[in-house]
């Protein structure tokens, strides 16, 4: 039955859901991560970070366990993704742990993505373009890169073994992570000629669609 004056609300529009609960909770661990990362709580830092990625895996488990996918489910969680990855930037980076370099690549690859939005707002489509699992993959690497490098940080054998294996994924991961970056471009790419001749682009059931409302981009990676 419909709500009056109204249809009524469709599964993927709702907000207050398990799995969303779940990507809130990750998303205001984000500032006392970053204060714990700053503050040499290198521990607790750790700590808060297997609760984050736990909850990262958890929250999409039970989404489809429980049939509470949604669309601000799917943007809220790799904005957590990227949140944690950019506060670990600036922690790591302040502490001297990774160089500059690293930082001002990663976050430029976040630059050279931002400009989809628009362009697939002014073509019309709605929706989201298909997630590459090489981006799912590179946003994974670093996400292991950054906890290794900071245990890396301190001294004996565990340590030098951390920071090596940590760059290993750091480097991976940075690869994988501009790899995805030009991927999505080349998906945008091919909506231009289909945008020319009327056709609903590249097909797939996770392909942009035209129609009214913003389209937010990559969702992943």
């Known amino acids: ?63 489809r366990m429980l049939g509470q996918t949604s669309r601000l489910g799917v943007l809220l ?17 302040a502490r001297e742990i990774i160089p500059l370099w690293l930082t001002l690549l990663l976050v430029g690859r976040e ?23 090489v981006g799912k993959a590179g946003t994974l690497c ?14 004996g054998a565990v340590a030098t073994g951390a920071r090596v294996i940590g760059w290993s994924f750091a480097i991976w991961g940075t690869a994988l992570y501009w790899w995805a970056a030009v991927l999505y471009w080349v998906q945008v790419r091919q909506l231009l000629p289909a945008d020319r001749t009327g056709s609903p682009g590249p097909p797939g059931p996770t392909g942009p669609t035209r129609g009214a409302g913003p389209a937010p981009g990559p969702s992943a990676g």
């Open 1 to 63: 039955m419909e709500a009056p004056g109204g249809p009524a609300a469709r599964p993927e529009d709702r907000v207050w859901t398990v799995p969303n609960a779940l990507s809130f909770a990750r998303l205001l661990g984000v500032p006392l991560f970053l204060w714990l990362v700053l503050a040499e709580h290198d521990w607790w830092a750790l700590g808060l970070l297997m609760f984050a990625g736990l909850s990262d895996w958890l929250d999409g488990k039970l989404a």
């Open 77 to 93: 969680d790799p904005a957590a993704d990227r949140l944690y990855i950019l506060a670990t930037l600036v922690g790591l980076t």
């Open 111 to 133: 630059v050279a993505i931002t400009p989809i939005v628009p362009v697939l707002r002014r073509l019309g489509y709605n929706g989201m373009l298909p997630v590459h699992m």
């Open 142 to 155: 670093l996400l292991y890169a950054f906890p290794l490098l900071l245990l890396g940080d301190h001294s």
